[in-house]
């Protein structure tokens, strides 16, 4: 019997679930924690002109300095009430939530120490909402998307970048006081009985538990489905550079920039970015420092991970961007979904936490298949899933634009009220309200816009409303 979970809000479908990849004066805050070389100021190690391929990351892998609670392989039994694998943000935060109820908690994971390697980018107002706005290191008042040459539209929401060491260290820290022990290791093979489940790990070292929480990410190793996945792919490569100047304004950070004049002079790329957009996420610092992230919102099959770069090669050249030095890459492939699920998955945390508390902690100890389901509902009761169907629905819907058809979608969604386009991109919004918004952009939407709905939706609305009716059985 499994009781293997994995928290991952965009895939419910499968036997088991994953755990996951964005006051004092929220417009005031210091600069991030970052201090180029002093040769790069200097510009020895600058890069040809609007390129950065050839230059090599500054900064190393940096380890926390935090003295853990480590599990000690001479401990008998090894038994934990919840095993959770991989120390994410989401994983800590479950595991800080939990064993706050005192239930026995292990971490495991190769490098529980190892600083997050990516950028993070979130709605402040999310944050605050999760008592964690002291660990963004830099906010905007605003928001901007770029839908093309001639159009811009400015949102008024604060958008800010989350200080993966402060955010950590803060985890850790309630981890700590709340008992949970860690284990450096990584996760081989796993093994279910009726009211037990195993972990075997590269050291030799076996664990059990009556519940395993799989937050090792998108890209997951135990998490088993009833059916096959047939989901898009975000993927981007992002720069945190130091530039000799750039055009982007500080008080605002680029959602999406949908432009393509860059391309004037590249005709292949240009095909190719007409069928398959990828766009620009800006998050200025300073007049010298600035993120940079090319990003293919969704394809399948995925889109190639060198002409993502290339596209990104272009555009800096055409915006005037030399890169005098790379701090920090990252590349990542993702569920289309992921950039927003920081804040949602620490949010989701607490009501896994209670499903799990409700079981565990109870005097009648339910276990197994029961445990199973019951946290399983929890995080995904039929309301929820339903919204997923409907997200599900834009994803396949946005496989078939091209760049003009993604501009239009864009420029009508952006143009809704507030509250809809919010919660949309905060996944709070109930099913009928995702239907009202539906309605609301047909409405709004240009001819073209519109004509792209009428052609291009009825395969995946038919797909979506066959999902729900047998979610609702």
Same mark, same amino acid.
């Given at each position: 019997?499994? /009781?293997?979970?994995?928290?991952?809000?965009?895939?419910?479908?499968?036997?088991?679930?994953?755990?996951?990849?964005?006051?004092?004066?929220?417009?005031?805050?210091p +600069?991030?924690? $970052?201090?180029?070389?002093?040769?790069?100021?200097?510009?020895?190690?600058?890069? +040809?002109?609007?390129?950065?391929?050839?230059?090599?990351?500054?900064?190393?892998?940096?380890?926390?300095?935090? *003295?853990?609670?480590?599990f000690?392989?001479?401990?008998?039994?090894r038994?934990? *009430?919840?095993?959770i694998? =991989?120390?994410?943000?989401? =994983?800590l935060?479950?595991?800080?939530?939990?064993?706050?109820?005192? $239930? +026995?908690?292990?971490? !495991? *994971?190769p490098?529980?120490?190892?600083?997050?390697?990516?950028?993070?980018?979130?709605?402040?107002d999310?944050?605050?909402?999760?008592?964690? !706005?002291?660990?963004? *290191?830099?906010?905007?008042p605003m928001a901007?998307?770029?839908? #093309?040459?001639? %159009?811009?539209?400015?949102?008024? %929401?604060?958008?800010?970048? !989350?200080?993966?060491?402060?955010l950590?260290?803060?985890?850790?820290?309630?981890?700590?006081?709340?008992?949970?022990?860690?284990?450096?290791?990584? !996760?081989?093979?796993?093994?279910?009985?009726?009211?037990?489940?195993?972990?075997?790990?590269?050291?030799?070292?076996?664990?059990?538990?009556s519940?395993?929480?799989?937050?090792s =990410?998108?890209?997951? /190793?135990?998490?088993?489905?009833?059916?096959?996945?047939?989901? @898009?792919?975000?993927?981007?490569?992002?720069?945190?550079?130091?530039?000799?100047?750039?055009?982007? &304004?500080? #008080?605002?950070m680029?959602?999406?920039?949908?432009?393509?004049?860059?391309?004037?002079?590249?005709?292949?790329?240009?095909?190719?970015?007409?069928?398959?957009?990828?766009?620009?996420?800006?998050?200025?610092?300073d007049?010298?420092?600035?993120?940079l992230?090319?990003?293919?919102?969704?394809?399948?099959?995925?889109?190639s991970?060198?002409?993502?770069?290339?596209?990104?090669?272009?555009?800096?050249?055409?915006?005037?961007?030399?890169?005098?030095?790379?701090?920090?890459?990252?590349?990542?492939?993702?569920?289309?979904?992921?950039?927003?699920?920081?804040?949602r998955?620490?949010?989701?945390?607490?009501?896994?936490?209670?499903?799990?508390?409700?079981?565990?902690?109870? /005097?009648?100890?339910?276990?197994?298949?029961?445990?199973?389901?019951?946290?399983?509902?929890?995080?995904?009761?039929?309301?929820?899933?339903?919204?997923?169907?409907?997200y599900?629905?834009?994803?396949?819907?946005?496989?078939?634009?091209?760049?003009?058809?993604?501009?239009?979608?864009?420029?009508?969604?952006?143009?809704?009220?507030p509250?809809y386009?919010?919660?949309?991109?905060?996944s709070?919004?109930?099913?009928?309200?995702?239907?009202?918004?539906?309605?609301?952009?047909?409405?709004?939407?240009?001819?073209?816009s519109?004509? &792209?709905i009428? /052609?291009?939706?009825?395969?995946p609305l038919?797909?979506?409303? @066959?999902?729900?009716?047998?979610?609702?059985?």
């Open positions: 019997m499994a /009781t293997c979970l994995g928290l991952f809000p965009p895939a419910p479908a499968g036997k088991t679930f994953q755990l996951n990849h964005r006051s004092p004066s929220l417009f005031s805050s +600069k991030p924690h $970052i201090t180029p070389s002093r040769k790069s100021r200097y510009g020895i190690q600058s890069s +040809k002109f609007g390129s950065f391929l050839d230059l090599k990351p500054e900064s190393k892998p940096e380890l926390l300095d935090f *003295d853990l609670s480590w000690d392989p001479a401990d008998r039994p038994c934990f *009430d919840v095993i694998i =991989g120390t994410g943000p989401a =994983g935060r479950l595991a800080e939530q939990v064993s706050g109820y005192g $239930i +026995k908690v292990c971490c !495991v *994971d490098s529980p120490l190892s600083m997050w390697p990516n950028n993070y980018g979130v709605w402040v999310e944050f605050e909402s999760l008592g964690f !706005v002291d660990c963004l *290191d830099k906010t905007w901007c998307v770029h839908i #093309d040459d001639g %159009r811009t539209k400015y949102l008024d %929401r604060p958008y800010g970048r !989350v200080g993966r060491k402060e950590k260290t803060k985890l850790l820290e309630n981890c700590a006081s709340n008992g949970v022990r860690f284990h450096k290791a990584k !996760v081989l093979n796993m093994e279910h009985k009726e009211f037990e489940s195993s972990i075997i790990c590269d050291d030799g070292i076996e664990l059990k538990a519940l395993v929480v799989d937050a =990410g998108f890209a997951n /190793t135990f998490t088993e489905y009833d059916k096959p996945r047939n989901h @898009g792919y975000q993927i981007a490569h992002g720069i945190l550079a130091e530039v000799d100047c750039h055009p982007f &304004d500080l #008080d605002k680029v959602l999406m920039d949908w432009r393509d004049s860059h391309m004037g002079n590249e005709p292949y790329l240009r095909a190719n970015n007409s069928k398959i957009p990828t766009f620009l996420y800006v998050m200025p610092f007049s010298n420092l600035v993120f992230e090319e990003t293919s919102l969704v394809s399948r099959p995925m889109l991970y060198m002409e993502v770069k290339n596209r990104m090669v272009a555009r800096l050249r055409h915006l005037g961007i030399r890169v005098k030095n790379v701090i920090e890459n990252e590349k990542w492939v993702v569920h289309p979904s992921t950039g927003y699920t920081v804040a998955t620490m949010a989701l945390a607490p009501i896994v936490a209670d499903a799990i508390v409700e079981c565990l902690g109870s /005097t009648r100890m339910i276990r197994g298949r029961p445990l199973h389901h019951r946290v399983w509902n929890g995080l995904w009761p039929l309301e929820r899933r339903c919204t997923r169907e409907f599900s629905f834009g994803m396949e819907t946005l496989l078939k634009l091209d760049l003009n058809g993604t501009r239009r979608f864009f420029d009508a969604f952006f143009d809704l009220d509250y386009w919010q919660g949309f991109l905060s709070r919004l109930s099913l009928r309200e995702l239907l009202f918004l539906s309605l609301s952009l047909f409405r709004n939407a240009s001819n073209p519109r004509f &792209d009428v /052609t291009k939706c009825p395969v038919v797909k979506m409303m @066959g999902n729900l009716a047998l979610e609702t059985i």
